[in-house]
């Protein structure tokens, strides 16, 4: 089956799309990625994004347009990756959406809402399209998140002593597997969050991020500052857990600053990497990872890459791409493997990785132009993930 999958995270700079051919082998889900692409999101709906986000308040009319808007945007990226990815030729379409709320309340998640209308990428691809993934598993008590625990279990599997995969995107996420033990999934905290909040503060718009991590490079942690930021209790409750910029936000970092004398902006943003490097490393020692293998767009900020690494001393840190899976593309491989489980009537959580009562199928199905036809049902999931990689492709690293 050849599916797309569509992922923008809680950073919504770009929508990411990925393309792969995907087949049940015994215990094996076999995956030929196709390539990916990315899709800026148009100025005028990144900004009413920003500007209808939490904590600001919204209407009604607002949600609407985002929803058409969002939606049109993913079908937009959708009828490109159908064209240059797949030859005009493809089988499904996954998209996650963007997230705009995760209700989290004392813990547990009440609800969760991704908008994008599904009905804009099944019109312009034919193609039927498989949304909603999160909504399922946190009716069934879960979290909703991270999703992509499943196929950094199916990936990690091969490896070998306690490893662990790292996505970095607005909120960090890590999946931990243990010998002998169930997979453990989580939101660690905020990854780019918080440093994207301080920099469009600083700048009044003009800087979305710090690019190459260059204004953290010039300032030092401020340790008055860290030590208020990891007092929060979020970082001390166990897992399954997760959050988002509901909670990390920039009136969360004005009242961190309210009770500190004047800061340097580049001070902060040292301060705020090194907080997510910190997190990131508490989690993983906590489960004693062995070996980190990180991806998302945090991976492009080589000083938050560097404190990690310097954070985990003695643990290998290396990025998804020597696994078979582009650092950039992996959450919307996860969601196109999410989709191809849904299809073929498989569960597409772990109930270890969000607390969820049960394994359930995710999301719900908007027909193509032709009458739906969705494959026999499976009996058996996948237990590891093996990438087929292009007979060119020399790059080093286990192939699974």
Request: charged share 20%; with cysteine.
């Amino acid at each position: 089956m050849r599916v797309i999958g569509l992922m923008s995270g809680t950073s919504y700079d770009a929508i990411e799309a990925a393309a792969a051919d995907l087949a049940l082998d015994g215990d094996r889900l076999l995956m030929r990625p196709l390539g990916n692409l990315s899709f800026p999101y148009p100025a005028d709906l990144k900004n009413l994004i920003n500007v209808t986000m939490p904590p600001a308040a919204t209407t009604t009319q607002a949600m609407c347009a985002l929803d058409t808007g969002i939606g049109q945007t993913f079908a937009d990226a959708a009828r490109h990756a159908l064209r240059e990815l797949c030859g005009d030729t493809a089988d499904l379409v996954v998209s996650h959406g963007q997230t705009v709320h995760h209700w989290v309340e004392d813990g547990s998640v009440r609800g969760t809402l991704q908008l994008g209308q599904p009905a804009w990428i099944a019109e312009a691809t034919g193609l039927p399209v498989v949304a909603d993934l999160r909504s399922r598993d946190v009716a069934a008590g879960g979290q909703g998140a991270p999703l992509v625990g499943m196929i950094d279990t199916l990936l990690l599997r091969a490896l070998p002593g306690t490893p662990a995969a790292l996505n970095l995107g607005g909120i960090a996420n890590i999946t931990v597997l243990a010998p002998g033990a169930d997979p453990l999934a989580f939101d660690t905290g905020p990854a780019n969050a918080l440093m994207d909040a301080a920099i469009r503060h600083f700048t009044s718009g003009a800087a979305t991020y710090d690019r190459d991590g260059r204004r953290a490079a010039a300032g030092r942690t401020v340790p008055e500052l860290l030590r208020t930021l990891r007092d929060d209790p979020y970082y001390r409750r166990p897992a399954p857990k997760s959050t988002g910029k509901e909670y990390f936000h920039l009136p969360y970092l004005q009242q961190a600053f309210a009770a500190m004398p004047a800061l340097e902006p580049d001070d902060v943003l040292a301060t705020l990497t090194r907080l997510t490097a910190v997190t990131v490393a508490d989690a993983c020692r906590a489960h004693g990872v062995t070996e980190l293998v990180a991806s998302g767009g945090g991976t492009h900020n080589p000083v938050l890459m560097r404190m990690i690494a310097d954070e985990l001393s003695g643990v290998p840190v290396r990025l998804s791409d020597e696994l078979g899976l582009p650092a950039d593309a992996k959450e919307a491989l996860a969601f196109a493997v999410l989709g191809f489980l849904t299809a073929h009537g498989l569960p597409g959580t772990l109930p270890s990785g969000t607390g969820a009562r049960r394994a359930t199928l995710l999301g719900s199905i908007t027909p193509g132009r032709a009458p739906l036809r969705l494959p026999d049902p499976v009996a058996r999931p996948p237990r590891l993930l093996h990438v087929v990689r292009p007979p060119a492709d020399t790059r080093p690293g286990v192939v699974l």
